[in-house]
C-alpha cells in the first residue's frame, strides 16, 4: 500500500504565528514538529506548541484544541496535536509525592440476541473488575483505584470540556479522589445480527510520582484482558442476549477516542467480512470482491457473486479527518489475506480499478 506523505510546509517565525487565528496557531506549530522528526518522541521542540494547548484549555478554548486534533490540515500534524493535548491536559501541575491519574479504557462490545432487545451499560459488581486488577499486579504501586459505574458512549467523551477533565485530574492532599461518572448509555440490539458498539470505562489511580503510572502498569493487555474480558461480558449479558467485551488498555482521554473508533470499526468490519464470506463459501464459493476508496470520507468494500444475485453485502469503513484511506485499505487488505481471499478488485481516487492479487 502507499503511505501517505506530510507536506513540506513553511517554519512560521513567532511574528506570523501571531497575526494567525488560534487553529492556525496550533496547526503551524504542528507541522513544524511534524518536519522535524518521527511523530511519536516527546521532545523540547514540543513546548511551544504545549504552552499553547495549555492556554487554550486555561482559558476554556477547548474547541480550538479538539478541532486541532480531530480537524487538522494534515495527517501527521494531528497526531502530534493529540498526542502534546494528552500530555497537557493529563500532565500533574503542582509537585507532589503522589499523581493522580485519570484513565479511560476502549471497550469493543460484540452484542448478538435472537431478538430486538436493548443492554443496559451498568456494571453489576465494579468492585469485582478492580480485584482483577489488583490481583494480577495490574495496578502497580496504586494507593487507590476506581472505577466508574457504567460504560459510557463515544459523544460524551469526545464533547466533554478539556478543562475540565484537567481540573478532575490534578491531585490535592486536601481534595477528595473520585471517578468521573457518565450516565447509563443503553443499546439497542437488533434481532439476528452481530454487531460491534464502542463504550469506555473511566477510572482514576493515585500512584507515588517515582512509581509507574497505570498507563505503563496496565500497558500489557495479556496479563489481564482476558479475566477482565469475561467479567465484564457476564456482567452486561442477559438471558436474552450474548455480550462479548474487547477491552484496549487504558489510555489518557484522546488517545482513547482515537483507539477506541479505530478498533470498532476495523472489529465492525471483521465480522461483516468473515459472516458474509463463510455464508458464500458455505453456498456457493469464492465471494467476488470490490473495494472502492474514491468516495470520499469512506472505503466501500463489495462482496457479491455471478452465481447467485441474492448475494450482494456491501460494507461502509469511515474515514475520519484526520485519518488517511491507506489507513483502512492495510487493514481490509491484511484480513483478507488472513481469511484466504485470492484477489480482490481496487479503485482508488483516480484512474480504473484494478485487480489486487492476495497471495503475492
Not at 84 to 108: E, G, H
Amino acid at each position: 500500500m502507499a503511505k501517505y506523505k506530510q507536506k513540506n510546509l513553511p517554519v512560521m517565525n513567532d511574528s506570523q504565528i501571531s497575526n494567525m487565528s488560534p487553529y492556525e496557531q496550533l496547526m503551524a506549530l504542528a507541522n513544524d514538529l511534524a518536519e522535524k522528526g518521527p511523530v511519536g518522541q516527546v521532545s523540547s521542540d514540543q513546548t511551544p506548541l504545549y504552552n499553547l494547548v495549555d492556554t487554550f484549555v486555561d482559558s476554556g478554548r477547548s474547541d480550538v484544541v479538539k478541532q486541532a486534533c480531530w480537524h487538522p490540515n494534515s495527517i501527521l500534524s494531528g497526531r502530534v496535536t493529540r498526542q502534546v493535548a494528552d500530555v497537557a491536559i493529563t500532565a500533574n501541575r503542582k509537585k507532589s509525592a503522589f499523581r493522580l491519574d485519570l484513565f479511560v479504557m476502549p471497550i469493543i462490545l460484540v452484542i448478538g440476541s435472537q431478538k430486538k432487545n436493548t443492554i443496559s451499560t451498568i456494571l453489576k459488581d465494579v468492585t469485582a473488575l478492580s480485584d482483577i486488577l489488583e490481583s494480577l499486579g495490574v495496578l502497580g504501586h496504586c494507593k487507590n483505584f476506581g472505577l466508574a459505574n457504567c460504560l459510557t458512549d463515544y459523544e460524551a467523551l469526545h464533547q466533554y470540556p478539556l478543562d475540565s477533565w484537567r481540573l478532575a485530574g490534578q491531585y490535592d492532599e486536601l481534595k477528595n479522589i473520585t471517578v468521573l461518572d457518565f450516565p447509563d448509555d443503553p443499546i439497542d440490539v437488533s434481532a439476528g445480527v452481530e454487531v460491534a458498539h464502542l463504550r469506555f470505562l473511566c477510572g482514576v489511580a493515585l500512584s507515588p510520582a517515582s512509581a509507574p503510572s497505570v498507563f505503563e502498569s496496565a500497558g500489557d493487555i495479556g496479563r489481564w484482558g482476558i479475566k477482565f474480558a469475561e467479567a465484564v461480558s457476564a456482567q452486561l449479558s442477559t438471558a436474552d442476549c450474548s455480550v462479548l467485551a474487547l477491552p484496549r488498555p487504558p489510555r489518557p482521554l484522546i488517545r482513547s477516542l482515537e483507539e477506541g473508533y479505530w478498533a470498532v470499526r476495523e472489529i465492525g468490519f471483521q465480522l461483516f467480512a468473515s459472516n458474509a464470506i463463510n455464508h458464500a463459501r458455505l453456498k456457493f464459493g469464492e465471494p467476488d470482491v470490490s473495494i472502492d476508496a474514491s468516495s470520499g470520507g469512506k472505503v466501500l468494500t463489495r462482496l457479491s457473486s455471478l452465481f447467485d444475485d441474492s448475494f450482494d453485502r456491501t460494507y461502509d469503513f469511515p474515514v475520519a479527518p484526520y485519518e488517511s484511506h491507506d489507513q483502512a485499505l492495510e487493514t481490509i487488505d491484511q484480513f483478507f489475506r488472513d481469511i484466504g481471499i485470492q484477489r480482490y478488485q481496487l479503485k482508488l481516487s483516480e484512474g480504473e480499478a484494478k485487480y489486487v492479487n492476495c497471495e503475492t
